[in-house]
């Protein structure tokens, strides 16, 4: 059976259930630039489309899941932040990557580890550990991402701070890291 076979077929085969509205959305949230819809499986192998991921019972070797989570991410998935100071930022969002450890590595685990406010109370930082766990090994890496208290644009800081250092964590296990050397070639 060809890699992925598998975990696509079972894939195609479970139900897809209903997704509720997160519960920090907002109700402005229709202002916001719609989205783009996530490719198929059939145009993209790596994020899967719109179906569930398997939760148990898929363990892989650790080196397949790392080699999974290697691949580049497709430019569709992919957001353009620009800065205060004009430079552009490129960033997947957290449900985004959350949506590929599921597929790619159905066992990981997050946490997060520590919540520390500058002495000042101007910003707020947040470790987060992510943990991947194959069936020979498991992996663990943490992450921090700061945002500033009174940056309230996109929501609450100490979410911002956190889905900052979950990517962050992720990078460091390959999930995006092509996105942090793009501008180095």
Request: with cysteine; proline share 7%.
């Amino acid at each position: 059976m060809a890699p992925g076979a598998l975990a696509r077929f079972l894939l195609r085969r479970a139900p897809t259930p209903l997704l509720a509205r997160p519960f920090a959305a907002k109700a402005r949230a229709s202002r916001r630039p719609q989205e783009p819809e996530l490719p198929s499986e059939e145009e993209n192998d790596f994020a899967g489309g719109e179906v569930t991921a398997p939760t148990e019972g898929i363990s892989k070797p650790l080196a397949e899941v790392l080699k999974e989570l290697g691949k580049r991410v497709p430019d569709s998935l992919v957001k353009t932040r620009i800065e205060e100071n004009g430079f552009a930022i490129k960033y997947i969002p957290w449900h985004i990557v959350n949506k590929i450890l599921n597929i790619h590595a159905p066992e990981w685990s997050g946490e997060v580890r520590n919540i520390v406010y500058s002495s000042d109370g101007k910003s707020v930082s947040v470790v987060y550990r992510v943990t991947l766990h194959g069936i020979d090994a498991e992996i663990y890496r943490e992450a921090t991402g700061t945002a500033s208290v009174g940056d309230t644009s996109y929501g609450d800081p100490v979410q911002k701070a956190e889905a900052m250092a979950f990517r962050r964590a992720c990078a460091r296990l390959g999930l995006g890291l092509h996105l942090y050397h793009e501008d180095m070639s």
